[in-house]
């Protein structure tokens, strides 16, 4: 799993149409996240790898969200599923399993939780502030 | 070399502090690059790592940079150094000069290119419209 983590004054996605790549994808339903946004969030944009650990890599990713959201002083989450931090992207259903236990993980830890939806084209509007730390890199 | 291309509607970054990470980053000077903006222009995230090789890799980047202007109708591009893409990151000589060379076979190209400051936390504004192939991911 890659993951790249954002702090963001402000955060919105909006549905275009579904994704038809990478080859073999399975969108979801787009039921309820047509429209999605948040304001002073940790955004973590998340590709799941063919062979990923799922309960070490949602502890993992969890674990840096909750650390990051604590760093700002907030707790609201988004967890957007993203197939764009690495050419070695897992199934569909292997993805959405590992997302959603994240979710829950984070929810077990009293955070609000935005999950995006999984397998569209979407608009994206991020407005990062300028500080040390804003943007990170992590592998799980 | 990894790369996170956008299309965007509006792109800014702001210099907010030097940054001292990853260790022994060696920042540019900031003059000039202070504050930069653009409208409706593909813009490349790029992280150079340990054992690019510089011909192939700028060549790949410019050239995929070039291919997505065209496809969406635009002769404005941005390059922006991004240490987020990878845990192998390149020396910061070393990726200034791939850097540079893939804003020069831009230009060549006859695009307008903003190369944005190399080494420090900055605040980001990203603004991308919602269609098919608004976001990718290389490896050169």
Not at 68 to 87: Q, T, W, Y
Not at 121 to 139: C, I, Q, T, Y
Request: charged fraction near 30%.
């Amino acid at each position: 799993m890659k993951a790249l983590l954002f702090h963001c004054k402000k955060w919105a996605v909006k549905f275009d149409s579904l994704a038809n790549r990478p080859a073999g994808i399975k969108p979801e339903s787009v039921n309820g996240k047509e429209e999605q946004k948040c304001e002073d969030c940790i955004v973590a944009f998340v590709t799941v790898e063919k062979g990923d650990d799922k309960e070490a890599a949602s502890r993992g990713l969890a674990d840096e969200i909750k650390k990051m959201c604590k760093e700002v002083g907030r707790k609201d989450a988004v967890v957007i599923p993203f197939a764009h931090l690495s050419n070695n992207i897992a199934e569909s259903k292997f993805s959405l399993e590992i997302l959603e236990e994240v979710v829950t993980l984070l929810k077990k830890s009293k955070l609000n939780v935005i999950r995006a939806h999984f397998g569209s084209n979407k608009s994206l509007l991020m407005d990062v502030p300028g500080h040390v730390g804003n943007a990170r890199f992590r592998e799980f």
